[in-house]
């Protein structure tokens, strides 16, 4: 079976930081993914507010998650902090994927990498929106 890969941009557009919790280790003691996609969607949310955004409010249309993929790389463990670097990337006419990586702060290891793909959508309408230009020019890898 093929394994999943996840081509990152040269450069990222926005950087947050998260700590690593006792809540997000599971029995192997090490991060679950489960709590990954958690941490992976707060800095999502922090990506959109850096840019005085929400989820349900860019340029006045919403976001949809469509799909997630993710390559895990090494592992993470309690009390570490981790460094998550995003932008927006492969835009199409309804959304676009959000790329990150995450990284151990103090060491630089990469714990794992991926993408969340959105689709922006009007929610008044209940249908899917055109991309808004705004956000392209400000969200994407340079």
Not at 123 to 129: D, G, P, S, V
Request: glycine share 6%; hydrophobic share 45%.
């Amino acid at each position: 079976m093929p394994r999943i890969t996840v081509d990152l941009p040269d450069r990222f557009v926005y950087t947050t930081e998260l700590a690593v919790y006792i809540n997000h280790i599971n029995y192997g003691h090490h991060l679950d993914n489960s709590a990954l996609l958690a941490l992976v969607s707060e800095a999502r949310v922090r990506f959109f507010r850096s840019m005085d955004y929400t989820e349900l409010n860019v340029d006045g249309v919403g976001i949809i998650v469509a799909d997630v993929a993710v390559q895990y790389r090494s592992e993470a463990f309690h009390g570490e902090v981790l460094l998550f670097e995003l932008a927006a990337h492969d835009f199409n006419k309804y959304g676009c994927d959000i790329v990150w990586k995450i990284s151990e702060k103090i060491s630089g290891r990469e714990v794992a990498r991926g993408k969340t793909g959105i689709l922006f959508f009007d929610y008044a309408e209940k249908k899917k929106a055109m991309v808004p230009p705004r956000f392209q020019a400000r969200a994407a890898s340079p």
